[in-house]
């Protein structure tokens, strides 16, 4: 990403939380909702990783992805709520049931969302050229190295709904949205240092209901958060049957 995403790719559009409400903030393209159709198979190789959290990668299908500044939760409050999933964990051994499932939902990747939309840290995201650095970078490579759906960028995190294009991968993609927007952000901002926490979640969504799950919680964000985001990008297909 040699060049100035800003001379190549359109502005991301502006609403506010009222208009993420109504279903009319962004119409998606056929090339949109036909880009990110290619979800979880069971009978395809895998490939896993895990540091703090679990990555699971396989060519050609549909993330969800959220990566957050690092200064978004406080250290000591994140080591705790690890601690209290690894105890959950080792409590609740695989298979889970349904209500295991919610169970976990709750207590952790909910109450993780909670925390960001609190709004903790510098959140430099609300800066809206800040934001418009990391649209740009989203969107160079559109339809060339991964095909974009929903996202929206949030004054301390990002969500984004992706679908890679073989051979680059889902941790390659965002290690160079992370990079890029870092440094570009530092440089506009006079600052130094981390800026994004160094792993990102990712999801592999596994079929269409997950996917219109995923883009709704995507428009519903900024909502739910009362707050006014400048850049998002809100796709509203049919409700899967």
């Known amino acids: 990403m040699s060049n100035s995403p800003t001379n190549k790719v359109a502005h991301a559009s502006s609403v506010s939380p009222q208009q993420t409400h109504a279903s009319s903030v962004s119409q998606p393209t056929t090339d949109t909702l036909e880009a990110c159709t290619t979800f979880f198979n069971p009978h395809a190789p895998i490939q896993s990783s895990q540091r703090n959290l679990p990555h699971w990668y396989q060519d050609g299908v549909a993330y969800f992805a959220t990566f957050r500044l690092a200064d978004s939760i406080p250290r000591q409050k994140l080591k705790q709520w690890h601690a209290e999933r690894e105890h959950w964990q080792k409590a609740n051994p695989e298979p889970l049931s349904n209500k295991q499932h919610s169970e976990y939902a709750e207590r952790f990747p909910e109450r993780f969302q909670k925390w960001l939309d ?83 979640y990712d999801h592999i969504i596994r079929s269409p209901a997950q996917l219109h799950h995923y883009r709704n919680y995507i428009a519903q964000n900024p909502v739910k958060a009362r707050i006014t985001v400048t850049h998002i990008k809100v796709v509203h297909p049919s409700e899967p049957k």
């Not at 929903?150 to 984004?160: E, Q």
Request: aromatic fraction near 10%.
């Open 118 to 200: 609190a709004g903790g840290g510098a959140c430099v995201l609300r800066n809206p050229a800040c934001g418009q650095i990391v649209a740009d970078a989203m969107r160079f490579f559109d339809n060339q190295r991964y095909h974009l759906d929903a996202w929206v960028i949030m004054p301390n995190h990002v969500h984004v709904i992706f679908q890679a294009i073989p051979p680059h991968a889902p941790k390659e993609i965002l290690h160079t949205w992370k990079s890029y927007t870092a440094n570009k952000i530092n440089q506009l901002l006079k600052r130094s240092g981390a800026l994004w926490q160094r792993e990102a």
